[in-house]
Structures are given as structure tokens and as C-alpha cells.
């Protein structure tokens, strides 16, 4: 009978201490660094949400074109405020100054990240509503034909 046993390879045993040296590399991480990524986060949330807004003019173009309808002034109007709630995202952000205590800063830039994601919600509705109207105003109907 063979009694020699498997070993774990040295890679495998070490992962749980590689973890462990990962976790308090994260937690020594100095408060700038934290306020620099929830910043980071939140810019990058903007820059994606930026690169957007020619679509909302340019469906906004499209949706002047079709027959002025109910749905089609309501799907004008929520692309705009699509395009006004970043406009007043952008005019009400401020970066907290470099005084205020590490806590009230991190919990701004929670409130900025909220913010700014609602703003993408509303963005993304406007967009997909006015793009299946316009869809569906491009179809043409039964009667129409």
C-alpha cells in the first residue's frame, strides 16, 4: 500500500496569506487615496454620462422631425430634462477643500455618486423611450398602408 501523501503546492498554501497581506495593504491606504479613488469614481461616472449628451441632441433633432404628438412633446421634454439634470449636476459640484475632515468628504462624494447615477437613470430612460417612439414612428401602421 502506497502511503505517500499529495502536498500542496507552496503557491496554493500561500494564498490565504497573500490575502490576508492584500486585505491590510487596502486598509493602510491613507484617507487621500481614499478621497482620490471616490473621486476618481465620480469623474469617471461624469466623463461616461458626458460622452452621451450629443445623443440627447441629436434625438432631440430627430423627435422636432416626426408629427408633433402628445408622446412625441413628452419624449422632447424628457430628453431635456435629462440634459438639465447634468447641466445642474455639473453647476452644483464643488470639490471639498483640502480643510474638511476626511468624513464629511467621503460622505459628499456618496451623495455626489448618487446624484450622478440618478442623472445616468434619466439619461438612459429619456433615450430608450424616445428611440422606441421613434422606432415605432418609423414603422409604418395598418391603416397607413
Known sequence: ?????RST???LRALPLLAIAASSCLQLQSDEDKQAYAEQQL???HDAL???MHELYQLRQQLAKVPDTAAAG???RSLLAADNAMMSWMHQYRKPA????HERVMAYFQRQQHQIDSVGVLM???IDSAQALLGSAAKPTASSR
Do not use: F, I, Y
Not at 500500500?1 to 501523501?5: L, S, V
Open 1 to 5: 500500500m502506497n502511503t505517500r501523501r
Open 9 to 11: 503546492p507552496g503557491w
Open 43 to 45: 469623474m469617471a461616472r
Open 50 to 52: 458626458m460622452a452621451r
Open 74 to 76: 413628452r419624449q422632447r
Open 98 to 101: 483640502d480643510t474638511v475632515r
Open 124 to 126: 438612459q430612460q429619456s
